[in-house]
């Protein structure tokens, strides 16, 4: 079956070490999003690309970058970690253009704590 | 911009009928998701409305009216497995991007 995986799944690192952050799906999705979700917030997109070697910057894109070599990953890296990173990271992707019933579908989360 | 309202709880009791309301304020609008989402989980897709009216899916159904921005999810018979926090998601116009309100979490109690 078709999946979408983040790993790891819980971290823990140090301010100003660089940290990233694994997605991989394996549907053959163009479409690929990360989310962060802090309590009060809901879900606030970091950054997200339709296709190999296409990024854009979300809501929140300060102090995070993203690659996009090939159609099935889509990491995520800190720069330089700061405490107010600490968060709960989702990785989604979903099929076509934006037209018609095509939702994202989530990852399972990664948990990242920055002391 | 865009801007989704949701209330923040709501509780309800097993094998009554419960409406979660979303209301939303856009530039754009290419159709409205709803998600389940039980604590600790990924998000899990629920429904999804781009014209007005009603959808229905088993014991879950989604309104839309476009004029009005808004939304509802309804829930039937409900069950403590649905005790989760729902969240009403807009696309936006020109992708595939979605715009996420801050969630309600639903209590089923007995």
């Known amino acids: 079956d078709a999946e979408i995986t983040q790993s790891p799944r819980h971290k823990i690192t140090e301010t100003g070490r660089q940290v990233t952050l694994a997605c991989h799906q394996t549907?053959?999705?163009?479409?690929m999003f990360w989310y962060r979700q802090d309590l009060g917030h809901g879900l606030r997109l970091i950054h997200y690309s339709y296709g190999v070697q296409d990024t854009n910057k979300g809501e929140v894109s300060d102090g995070y970058s993203v690659s996009r070599s090939n159609t099935e990953d889509l990491p995520l890296t800190l720069e330089s970690a700061a405490s107010s990173q600490t968060s709960v990271y989702f990785c989604?992707?979903?099929?076509?253009?934006?037209?018609?019933?095509?939702?994202?579908?989530f990852g399972d989360g990664t948990r990242l704590s920055i002391l | 911009g865009q801007n989704i309202d949701q209330p923040t709880e709501m509780t309800a009791t097993e094998g009554a009928i419960v409406q979660i309301n979303c209301t939303y304020q856009t530039s754009g609008f290419n159709g409205l998701f709803w998600y389940q989402q039980h604590a600790g989980e990924a998000p899990t897709f629920l429904s999804y409305?781009?014209?007005?009216g009603l959808e229905e899916k088993g014991r879950f159904s989604s309104f839309l009216s476009r004029s009005k921005g808004y939304s509802y999810l309804l829930l039937k018979e409900l069950q403590m497995k649905d005790s989760a926090s729902y969240l009403c998601?807009?696309?936006?116009?020109?992708?595939?991007?979605?715009?996420f309100g801050a969630g309600t979490i639903l209590r089923v109690k007995s």
């Open positions: 549907w053959n999705h163009n479409n």
């Open positions: 998601a807009v696309r936006d116009e020109y992708g595939n991007k979605l715009v």
């Open positions: 409305n781009v014209l007005d």
């Open positions: 989604a992707s979903s099929a076509g253009t934006g037209e018609g019933n095509q939702p994202q579908h």
